[in-house]
């Protein structure tokens, strides 16, 4: 299972910070929605020229213009975007299509939708190169907000996935468990007194 680092930081400054301390632990390095809406996609290219070796994620969460956005962040340098699962079929085709172009991927975020296993196995159908099993931060501060609904739905699913919704040290095998191919973990790593102790330990827990 690859581990995900999620950087939802705001300013290019941050984020190359934050990436220096954690990408020997991390095999993904994403750029949070709020980094690239704030900073723009040139934070993907400053991340992705400090860090060649690694898979650079920007989280797009594009809803709509699949091709022409996934197009100008891979050529930003990302190898990694995010549709969502809520958008047309054709969103989530057009994307694929400029992945193909670029010999990148897409992630497709099923954050807030109802039946994840299905849509999950349509995005797959439609080309994503594997699904997001999501709950958002606001999902993840409702009460009863419970992580086994999304390993559940990836069990289910049957295809490749990704599991993020507040995935922690004591969560993460169970993620691994569940048969997720990628542990995305955000405020648990960049809201840790040492970042590169956390994602240490994440990467330790990993069998
Ligand atoms: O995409 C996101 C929110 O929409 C987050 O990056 C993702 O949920 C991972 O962060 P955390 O581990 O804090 O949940």
Same mark, same amino acid.
């Given at each position: ?12 400054? $941050? ?23 704030? $900073? ?58 400029? $992945? ?63 599991? $993020? ?43």
């Amino acid at each position: 299972m690859k581990l995900q680092v999620a950087m939802d930081v705001l300013t290019v400054e $941050a984020a190359l910070e934050l990436a220096g301390k954690v990408a020997e632990y991390v095999d993904i390095i994403e750029l949070g929605t709020p980094l690239v809406k704030n $900073a723009g996609l040139s934070a993907v290219t400053a991340v992705k020229s400090a860090h060649p070796d690694k898979i650079v994620f920007a989280d797009l969460k594009t809803m709509d213009a699949g091709e022409l956005e996934a197009d100008i962040a891979f050529s930003a340098g990302a190898d990694l975007v995010s549709v969502l699962g809520g958008a047309d079929d054709s969103t989530i085709a057009g994307a694929v299509k400029a $992945a193909k172009a670029h010999n990148k991927g897409v992630v497709v975020d099923l954050i807030g939708v109802e039946d994840k296993v299905t849509r999950a196995k349509e995005a797959r159908a439609l080309g994503a190169k594997f699904v997001e099993m999501h709950a958002g931060l606001d999902e993840q501060a409702k009460p009863g907000y419970d992580l086994d609904v999304l390993l559940s739905a990836g069990e289910e699913a049957r295809v490749p996935f990704s599991v $993020a919704g507040g995935v922690n040290l004591s969560t993460i095998n169970a993620v691994q468990r569940a048969g997720a191919d990628v542990a995305v973990v955000g405020g648990s790593i960049y809201s840790a007194a040492d970042p590169a102790l956390a994602a240490k330990e994440l990467r330790a827990a990993i069998i």
